[in-house]
């Protein structure tokens, strides 16, 4: 290199490296975000890794809370409230960004499968570690859309806005809707943190709305025979009765919904004499509801997509005297005694008349109350003598 070209080239260098160790300070400068639990949105993602089956999509890291925060924001809706299913830590592409903004005036929000009360958290925290003003107010929307969409009677929907299927609003208990409301307004209405940053008047709200809601669920507690049992998935919004859900959610009694409506009363702070009550009955009645002497395995079978799963496996009952104890989901109105049903609105009493789309795709057996009786509870108990 000739030196006049030398004399060219070190201030461009010179340049080129100023560019680089600005973009490193700039870097270094970022602020280290600690990571945000994701565990309110296990099913949210399951449901659409189930439904989408994709693979080779970008997701961000959990420490990369302003992106996943921003995903938030994309889909909430103009109403506050937010649809089901949606992955928070996919990398979105432009066309499902420009979907997703021209379907910000759905009415599609629901409660369903854990929703809203997640992204409401998330985005509370996610405020509280960036500063980020935009969070703050898309979780205030958010818990407004909350509290602005309970019954008066102290329930709420399934999906507030939605009137094209009767279920959507049925006052819900199935996936943790009225448990996992009433538990994050729990937090609202005392300021516990991320939430330490809510004014009085929306805590005053959230801890009238607990009240009501409170209540509420101990009337909903199903009696048989005029005993307390458990709780149904859905109530008629208006009669209050036990309602049915989807074509194969008939109304009845179910053992995997009543676990969280039981844990929930159970985290009541000096619970009354009802209260105390209600929790006894639910555990007496799971207690009564035990199944013995077979089991459920999965076996190989041909790979199947439908449209709401895929299975390379079926589900079957085998005898076994000593198999563990197992509970059904649903169990009858007036006898108590266990059910099944097909997606026809038929009842069936065996898991091998349930077709194959709803026997792999649908949990109608399983433990969920085992590790309630056998810990949670007894150690609740002995805290809390019935009054």
Same mark, same amino acid.
């Given at each position: 290199?000739?030196?006049?070209?030398?004399?060219?080239?070190?201030?461009?260098?010179?340049?080129?490296?100023?560019?680089?160790?600005?973009i490193a300070n700039a870097e270094s400068q970022k602020p280290a975000y600690q990571p945000i639990s994701?565990?309110?949105?296990?099913?949210?993602?399951?449901?659409?890794?189930?439904?989408?089956?994709?693979?080779?999509?970008?997701?961000?890291?959990?420490?990369?809370?302003?992106?996943?925060?921003?995903?938030?924001?994309?889909?909430?809706?103009?109403?506050g409230g937010w649809p089901t299913n949606k992955h928070p830590l996919r990398v979105v592409s432009t066309?499902?960004?420009?979907?997703?903004?021209?379907?910000?005036?759905?009415?599609?929000?629901?409660?369903?499968?854990?929703?809203?009360?997640?992204?409401?958290?998330?985005?509370?925290?996610?405020?509280?570690?960036?500063?980020?003003?935009?969070?703050?107010?898309?979780?205030?929307?958010?818990?407004?859309?909350?509290?602005?969409?309970?019954?008066?009677?102290?329930?709420?929907?399934?999906?507030?806005?939605?009137?094209?299927?009767?279920?959507?609003?049925?006052?819900?208990?199935?996936?943790?809707?009225?448990?996992?409301?009433?538990?994050?307004?729990?937090?609202?209405?005392?300021?516990?943190?991320?939430?330490?940053?809510?004014?009085?008047?929306?805590?005053?709200?959230?801890?009238?709305?607990?009240?009501?809601?409170?209540?509420?669920?101990?009337?909903?507690?199903?009696?048989?025979?005029?005993?307390?049992?458990?709780?149904?998935?859905?109530?008629?919004?208006?009669?209050?009765?036990?309602?049915?859900? #989807?074509? =194969?959610? @008939?109304?009845? /009694?179910? !053992?995997?919904?009543?676990?969280?409506?039981?844990? *929930?009363?159970?985290?009541?702070?000096?619970?009354?004499?009802?209260?105390?009550?209600?929790?006894?009955?639910?555990?007496?009645?799971?207690?009564?509801?035990?199944?013995?002497?077979?089991?459920?395995?999965?076996?190989?079978?041909?790979?199947?997509r439908f449209d709401y799963h895929a299975a390379d496996y079926d589900l079957v009952v085998v005898k076994?005297?000593?198999?563990?104890?197992?509970?059904?989901?649903?169990?009858?109105?007036?006898?108590?005694?266990?059910?099944?049903?097909?997606?026809?609105?038929? #009842?069936? =009493?065996? @898991?091998?008349? /349930?077709? !194959?789309?709803?026997?792999?795709?649908?949990?109608? *057996?399983?433990?969920?109350?085992?590790?309630?009786?056998?810990?949670?509870?007894?150690?609740?108990?002995?805290?809390?003598?019935?009054?």
């Amino acid at each position: 290199m000739t030196r006049d070209r030398c004399k060219l080239f070190l201030p461009l260098m010179g340049t080129v490296l100023a560019g680089f160790i600005s973009i490193a300070n700039a870097e270094s400068q970022k602020p280290a975000y600690q990571p945000i639990s994701i565990d309110g949105f296990y099913d949210a993602i399951k449901h659409w890794n189930d439904r989408t089956g994709e693979a080779g999509v970008e997701h961000f890291e959990l420490n990369q809370i302003e992106s996943i925060a921003d995903n938030l924001l994309l889909y909430q809706r103009d109403s506050g409230g937010w649809p089901t299913n949606k992955h928070p830590l996919r990398v979105v592409s432009t066309d499902e960004r420009k979907r997703a903004l021209e379907d910000k005036s759905l009415a599609d929000a629901s409660f369903d499968n854990r929703n809203i009360y997640p992204q409401i958290e998330y985005l509370s925290e996610a405020f509280k570690q960036t500063d980020d003003t935009r969070y703050r107010d898309a979780a205030l929307k958010g818990l407004r859309y909350t509290l602005d969409r309970q019954y008066p009677n102290g329930g709420w929907a399934h999906s507030p806005d939605r009137t094209d299927l009767a279920y959507f609003r049925h006052i819900t208990i199935a996936d943790e809707v009225m448990p996992g409301v009433l538990t994050f307004l729990r937090k609202v209405a005392v300021g516990k943190y991320p939430f330490d940053y809510i004014d009085e008047t929306l805590r005053n709200r959230a801890a009238q709305a607990v009240v009501k809601g409170d209540a509420l669920l101990l009337d909903l507690q199903v009696r048989i025979g005029g005993k307390r049992t458990g709780w149904a998935g859905q109530y008629h919004e208006k009669t209050l009765r036990p309602a049915q859900g #989807r074509a =194969y959610e @008939l109304p009845g /009694v179910l !053992a995997w919904e009543t676990v969280p409506v039981l844990k *929930y009363l159970m985290s009541i702070p000096a619970p009354s004499k009802e209260v105390i009550q209600a929790v006894n009955a639910g555990a007496a009645w799971l207690e009564s509801a035990k199944l013995a002497g077979f089991r459920i395995d999965r076996v190989e079978a041909d790979n199947q997509r439908f449209d709401y799963h895929a299975a390379d496996y079926d589900l079957v009952v085998v005898k076994d005297a000593g198999a563990k104890p197992i509970w059904a989901r649903f169990y009858d109105l007036e006898t108590s005694g266990p059910f099944l049903a097909n997606r026809d609105g038929k #009842r069936v =009493y065996q @898991l091998s008349e /349930v077709d !194959a789309e709803r026997r792999t795709g649908y949990s109608w *057996y399983g433990y969920w109350p085992a590790s309630f009786l056998d810990v949670e509870y007894p150690a609740w108990q002995q805290k809390n003598r019935e009054k």
